[in-house]
């Protein structure tokens, strides 16, 4: 087990700025995912852990050892990609025990011991059995196994992922994705893994940072992030919302007031932040809104009407207007609204958060 950090890390190619100043710390036995938007930065700094880049500015440690100018091959690190790149001339035996056979002598093993450690690897992901075959008579979940079970065998103090289950079509990424987590559970291996995907990044991780530009924007819990973000960013990238300026009208000790604009109408919400300047925007998540016309105290009534309406099955979403404001909510599938119902709506100030605008 290792604890990884990075301190201060910048990459730059040319003029584009890769990565900026980003520092992070991620705890022995983690599962931490690294998540944003396409061309954030988040495989160069996978690809920076890996040893695979060299930093221009910034130190990269494994527990206390500085390994920022330490060759790949001599951190002891697996990577796995989003396009397997098993060799396709071998089988899955030889793709497996490759790392294995080229320190063979480096680690003092015999053949015996290589294939004790490929077919425990097998077992681990569930390929026992396939050992002569060659990827290309493997599905692609199989192919992605035999990536893992390659990167496993080596006994890695991190485990770096690289999107690797968006080849894989979605019944297959769900299956995958739970084998994965119960994988790194047993193993309890640090585990670093990069996604544009915020479902997989939320339900794999114990932790994640989501980039941006180059830059770590929050690093946090799912929860913490999906609850408390901390910038419109981040509200507006996890999860669905609706967003609206506004002008603060009273901050209290633990609750804030905010006029909407283009809306006759104060919201009571909540905020991470103990002093907010006077522009702020208020962030509602479609699923905390209630129908009904009351709500505990603090809570706000508005009325709207539906400007269309689908049913999902589980729930209906609807878009409501609220004075000239539209307003995304999620109503329970039973009730029957279509467009230009009249409602009422209840948004619980608890699970409203204001943040400063930008
Ligand atoms: P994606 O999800 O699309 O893979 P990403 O978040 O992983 O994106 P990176 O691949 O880390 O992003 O790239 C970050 C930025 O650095 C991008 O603007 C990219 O074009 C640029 N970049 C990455 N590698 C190089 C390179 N070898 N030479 C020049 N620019 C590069």
Not at 103 to 110: A, D, P, S, V, Y
Request: glycine residues 8%.
């Amino acid at each position: 087990m290792t604890r990884v950090k990075l301190e201060g890390v910048s990459k730059y190619y040319g003029n584009v700025v890769a990565v900026e100043d980003v520092n992070i710390e991620i705890q022995h036995g983690e599962f931490f995912a690294i998540l944003g938007p396409s061309g954030c930065g988040k495989t160069t700094t996978l690809r920076i852990i890996a040893g695979f880049e060299t930093p221009d500015k910034g130190r990269v440690y494994f527990d206390n050892e500085d390994i920022t100018f330490v060759k790949p091959y001599k951190r002891n690190t697996s990577m796995v990609f989003q396009n397997y790149a098993l060799w396709p001339h071998m089988t899955v035996f030889e793709n497996v025990a490759y790392g294995l056979k080229l320190r063979k002598k480096e680690l003092g093993l015999t053949d015996e011991d290589i294939r004790k450690m490929v077919k425990e690897a097998l077992e681990l992901v569930k390929l026992s059995g396939m050992e002569n075959r060659y990827p290309l008579q493997l599905s692609g979940g199989q192919q992605q196994r035999v990536a893992l079970a390659r990167a496993l065998v080596i006994k890695p103090r991190v485990l770096l992922l690289d999107e690797p289950l968006s080849n894989l079509d979605a019944k297959l990424r769900i299956e995958m994705r739970e084998e994965l987590k119960r994988l790194q559970r047993s193993l309890n291996l640090t585990t670093i893994y990069v996604t544009h995907d915020q479902v997989e990044a939320m339900s794999l991780s114990d932790r994640m940072a989501v980039m941006n530009k180059g830059k770590v924007i929050q690093v946090g819990s799912p929860q913490e992030l999906y609850f408390r973000p901390r910038s419109l960013f981040i509200a507006d990238f996890l999860g669905r919302s609706s967003i609206y300026p506004g002008e603060l009208v009273a901050q209290g000790k633990d609750y804030v007031e905010v006029r909407l604009e283009d809306a006759d109408i104060v919201v009571r919400g909540v905020s991470p932040f103990e002093k907010l300047p006077s522009k702020v925007s208020v962030v509602i998540r479609p699923e905390v809104i209630r129908l009904g016309s009351s709500g505990s105290s603090g809570d706000t009534v508005v009325k709207g009407v539906v400007d269309f309406a689908m049913f999902l099955g589980e729930k209906i979403e609807a878009r409501v207007k609220i004075g000239k404001l539209p307003l995304l909510a999620y109503l329970p599938n039973t009730v029957e609204v279509g467009a230009g119902s009249e409602i009422e709506l209840v948004l619980p100030w608890k699970n409203i958060i204001v943040l400063p605008s930008e």
